[in-house]
Structures are given as structure tokens and as C-alpha cells.
């Protein structure tokens, strides 16, 4: 097998935990306000020596890039830590009414919002090829919340509260389209995790203030290690040698790996209704995706 799908397997695995994480530092005593915060400040604690080291010590560079920002771009910039800050807060409160592999599968639907708010904002109509795609996966979303609604398992809050954190994650990436125009990426992705942590950390008062045990921080700093370094990352070094395509896919596959994982640490098993609606969900995305993926492929 070739060494780049490796790394593309080794990063879903990883991705895919962290809903399961999230939920063992909630039920460890923390509360999402403060697993964000520490999420965030540990991530940027990790990538700023990686910054340093590809830039073999000099930092000047990345920060005349940001420098160069317009201030419409800062505003941008600003706008995506918020959106990413309400997302994690939605998607963790979510994780701790329904189950996980509901919370997942819910908030990986993000892609067809980013659908429908660049039709909206940007005009961007959907491709006609994927329209099928996300009528299944909206079929696949409400037989979840019908999960719900009948009692069998999770809450249909708890639901919604994930189909924000899709929301809001969509939001996330278009402002990030308009930001990071003449940015490097880890100066972003660094100014972006300081201003959610700062954002985050200014909600505390409003949000139950800080709630962290020593077993809740294991799980955060997990969250940043496994996720952030070992998930994400992973398919960063993986585009060097696989095409975005594969890496799209091969996402689809988290809500399945947190759906094991969370059967492994806490014994959740999914109810009939409930597989059959995230797997309707997931199929809904990959054909989505298909869709897609040929519209640009003729426009080549």
C-alpha cells in the first residue's frame, strides 16, 4: 500500500476520537467552555514550535505576513475564530445530551451547509450532480432526529445543537476564503486558534466559568496531540502524494471511527433507527461529494 494512504487511515483514526474524548472530559468534570479553551491554547502551544523549526528560528517572516493582512481581512479573520469558538461550544454541549455517533454524524454535514451559504452569500449555486446527494443526507439527519424524538436514544436538542456546530463550521470556512488570501497557512491557523482562545476565554463568565479536573485535561491534551498534530497534520503530509479527493472521502469516515470508539470506552451501542440514519447520512455525503467531484472535473 502506499505510504501517503497510510498516513490518510492513521489520520481518520485519530479524527475520529475526538468526539469520544470530548465526552470522556465532560463526564471527567469539565464543562465545553473550558475543553475549548485548553483545546485551543494547547494547539497553538504545539504549532508555534513547528512554525518556528520550518522557519528554522525566524519567526519575522510569518509576521510581516500577517501584517500585510487588510483590515477587512482582520475582520474576516476575526469572524472565523467566532464562528469556530460557537462551533466547538454547540458541538461539545452536543456530545453531552446525544450520543456521539448522532453528534458526529450530525456535525459532519458541514459541506452541505457551506453549500447553501455560498449559495446565499456567494451566489454559488450547487452542482446539479450533488443535489441527490444532499437530499439523502438530509433524510439520513431527520431519521436521526426522529432517533430522537421517539426515545430510543440521544436528545433531539442535543441534535440541533450539533446541526449548529455544522452551521457555524461552515461559516468558519467561507470566512476563512475571504481571510486568508495573502496569509501563510500556520501564521493563520495560529492567529485563528489565539483569537478562538480569546474569544472563548472572555465567554467563561457567561458559560459556568472554568471547569477542568487533571483527567478532563488528559482528554483535551489528547484532543490537541492526536487530533490537531496527528490527525490533521496527517493530511496535510498526505496531499503531498494523494489528491484532496481521497483525503474528502476518507473524512467520511470519522463519524464510523467515533461511532467504535465511543462503543470501546463507554459502551454506546447505536440503536437500529440510529445506524440507519447515520449511514443514510454518510452515504447522502458521498454522493454529495461525487457529485461534486465530477461537476469539477467536466469544468476542467
Known sequence: MNPSYLLVLLGVAMVSYSGPLVKAGLNAGANPASIALMRMVLSALILLPIMCVKRKGQVEAPIRSLMRMTRRQWLWSVAASVCLALHYLTWMTS?????????????????????????????????????????????????????????????????????????????????????????EALPFMLLLYAQTALILLCSLPFLGGFEMTWMALLCVLGLAVGCTLLGHSMFTLALGKVSATVVSFALLGEPVGAMLWSMLMFGEMPTTLLFIGGSVTIAGLVLYLMGSMGMLRRRG
Open 95 to 183: 456530545l453531552d445530551a446525544t450520543s456521539t455517533f448522532a453528534s458526529v454524524a450530525l456535525v459532519c454535514t458541514q459541506p452541505l451547509f457551506v453549500a447553501a451559504l455560498s449559495g446565499v452569500v456567494l451566489k454559488e449555486r450547487m452542482p446539479k450532480d450533488a443535489r441527490l446527494g444532499a437530499i439523502v443526507a438530509v433524510v439520513g439527519a431527520l431519521l436521526i432526529g426522529a432517533n430522537s424524538l421517539t426515545g430510543l436514544s440521544g436528545d433531539f436538542a442535543g441534535d440541533l445543537l450539533a446541526l449548529a456546530g455544522a452551521v457555524l463550521m461552515a461559516g468558519h470556512w467561507l470566512c476563512n476564503r475571504y481571510a486568508r488570501r495573502t496569509v
